[in-house]
Every structure is written in C-alpha cells, then in structure tokens.
C-alpha cells in the first residue's frame, strides 16, 4: 500500500484554483445584472424575482440549452478564450426570441480539464458581455474539473437561458401568412455551426495555419474562425415593436433552408433567393478547400444568414428601417407562397451574387 494518504488535489482537483476563478469572474457577471435579480455570485442557485411578471396577462416562459461546439477548440488552440462566451450565448438567446420572448437570465457550465483560473475568468467575461448585448441577466453557473477525462488545455462550455413573451404575442407558424416577406439579416461570419466540416477541411486536410494571414479574408485564418456569432435578441425584439412580425428563424446546424423550414406551417412555402446578397469569402474558402459541394455547404453552414424574420409584405420597408437604425445588415431575401404538390416548407432558388 502507498503510504501517502490520498487528497482531492492529488486527484487532479484544485479548489483554490476553483476559488480564484470565481474572485476573478466577479466583476463580470455584476455587470450583467437586472432589478429583478437577488442575491449575488456564490450562491447554490441564482434568484430571479418572478414578481416582475405580474406585467404581462399571461406570461409564457421559454427556455433553451445549447454549447458552441467544437469551435471551443480553435480557441483552445489560439490560447483566446474571451469571444466563445459571446457564441454561447447567442445559441442561446437568439433561439429564445424566435418566439418572441424578452431573454430574462441565463446559467452557464463550463467543463475544464484543469482550472486556469485566468482562462475561466476569460470565458466568463466573453459570456457575461454577450448577456449584456442580449439584455439578459447572468445569474449563475459551474466550473467543473474533469482530469483524467479532459486534457490539461481542453475545455467545453455550455448554457442556459430563460425568457418571457405574453401569450397574445407569440410568435411562430400559426401567424405567417401568403405574401410575407423573408428578411434575411446578415450573419458576422460562421457562428457557431459546421465547425467540424471547417476543421476537417482548412486544418486537417488542407492543413492551413490558424496563425497565417489570409488575403481574401482580411486577417488571419485564426481570427476569422473565432469571430464571435452574433446576438440577434435586442434586434428581433425592435421588430416585434415596429412591426407585427408572424416569425423568427435562427440559422444555425441544418443550415438557412432547414432551420426557416421549421416555422413555416402546413400548405405554405419560404422561397429564398441567393441572387439577394453575397456569402462572405470564409464560405468559399471552406467548399473550394474541401471541394465541398453546395448543397453540403449549404446543409451545414449558414452561408451569410444568421436570423431570418418574416413580416407582413407592407411591414419589410419598416422592418429594415429598423435594422439598418440598430447597425444590422438585413434585406429581403424572400418570400411565402402556397405550397405546391412538390414543394417542401424552405426552398433556396437562383446563384449566390458576386
């Protein structure tokens, strides 16, 4: 037998390590916090005063759970670990306000192989500035050290949210109507999806350096694959006050097609014309890398749209009004129709602009 007693931290566990990070995190989520929220960081649970919903008639929760994939893995080997809160978030939030609801609070978990302390209080920083951009509140999470399953280096993240949206004003399939306009609102590059393809593609097969400057992107490759997704909540939720918006779609796995899909209801039909914009140079870089082909690509990335919004026809001017005064690249991509014997919910026509 050994004769040194066993201990947490010979186990691989350091909770003074596990401490520091919360003391560093402090600052961060304290400025993520609403009226509504009670208590501060440290407790077993976060506190959210359902008071406040004595507002609404008939206050409908949404809720939603999501990660960032293995986008976390060109953060890990860049060594910057402040933008993947941001894509956290967004998965999240940007999923709430599909129908409508004011994103209210959200938890988040983050599995590490080894606590850095500094590199924990990063993520959190990134997840508490992507709470601020989503209007919601922070109200807790978990660190968890996993050795022996994760790698020193290794890590994942992944979140929790929770909004509200008045029963009368639900969004979703049931309000869109023949002769709503598709708006297409610009996404801030990959997201949060596909990262899988895009590894296997530019860095194993191709075996292109994250580090190297690439021309046609601007920066390096490294700097375009952690651009962080962007947070449609606070835009999504001017249109609901501007227009009377029948439905969101965010664009993330399955691609435009399948995710505006989703919302469309029985006997009608999305038609979306690639002629309207121009996907951003990482895309064409991915399926002429790969040779993938675009169906593929279009199945698995989301090819320049973030978040979709189908609006009556006589709203689209307002609604792009709207998103041009909040600084979001948006235009008409599209339109309902009825459903024909061969059509399906969502339908891309014509060639990409260039």
């Known amino acids: 037998m050994s004769e040194t007693s066993a201990s947490y931290a010979s186990a691989g566990v350091d909770i003074e390590a596990g401490d520091r990070a919360v003391e560093l995190m402090k600052e961060w989520v304290k400025k993520t916090q609403r009226p509504e929220v009670l208590g501060g960081l440290g407790g077993f649970a976060g506190l959210f005063d359902a008071s406040a919903l004595k507002r609404f008639e008939r206050p409908l929760l949404a809720s939603a759970t999501d990660g960032v994939g ?21 998965m999240v939030m940007d999923d709430i306000v599909v129908c409508g609801a004011e994103p209210l609070f959200m938890t988040d978990y983050i599995c590490v192989g080894k606590v850095h302390p500094e590199r924990v209080a990063a ?55 023949t002769g709503d306009a598709v708006i297409a609102m610009a ?43 962007k947070i449609y909540s606070l835009d999504c939720l001017a249109l609901t006050r501007t227009t009377d918006a029948h439905a969101f779609s965010h664009v993330t796995g ?64 307002v609604a792009l009004e709207t998103l041009a005064d909040r600084r979001v690249e948006a235009w008409v991509a599209g339109e309902i129709t009825e459903r024909g014997d061969h059509t399906t919910g969502a339908e891309m026509v014509g060639d990409y602009s260039v």
């Open 70 to 90: 293995t986008k976390v893995d060109i953060a890990r080997r860049l060594g910057v670990y402040d933008t993947i809160g941001h894509d956290l978030v967004a």
């Open 123 to 177: 993520i959190v920083k990134g997840i508490a500035e992507g709470c601020v951009l989503a209007g919601c509140a922070l109200v807790g999470g978990e660190t968890a050290e996993h050795p022996g399953l994760l790698g020193p280096d290794d890590f994942d993240v992944a979140g929790a949210g929770t909004g509200v949206v008045e029963a009368d004003r639900l969004l979703g399939a049931d309000r869109i109507r």
């Open 187 to 229: 996404a801030s590059g990959l997201h949060s999806n596909g990262y899988s393809l895009v590894r296997h593609v530019l860095l194993d097969q191709a075996g292109l350096d994250l580090e190297a400057r690439v021309d046609e992107l601007g920066r390096t490759l490294g700097e375009e694959l952690l651009v962080p997704t």
């Open 254 to 317: 399955g691609g435009l097609a399948a995710n505006l899909a989703r919302v469309i209801p029985d006997g009608l039909h999305a038609v979306v014309d690639r002629s309207t914009w121009t996907p951003a140079p990482i895309f064409d870089l991915v399926g002429k890398t790969g040779r993938v082909e675009r169906l593929e690509l279009e199945k698995t990335l989301n090819m320049g749209v973030g978040m979709i919004a189908i609006v009556p026809e006589d709203s689209a001017d």
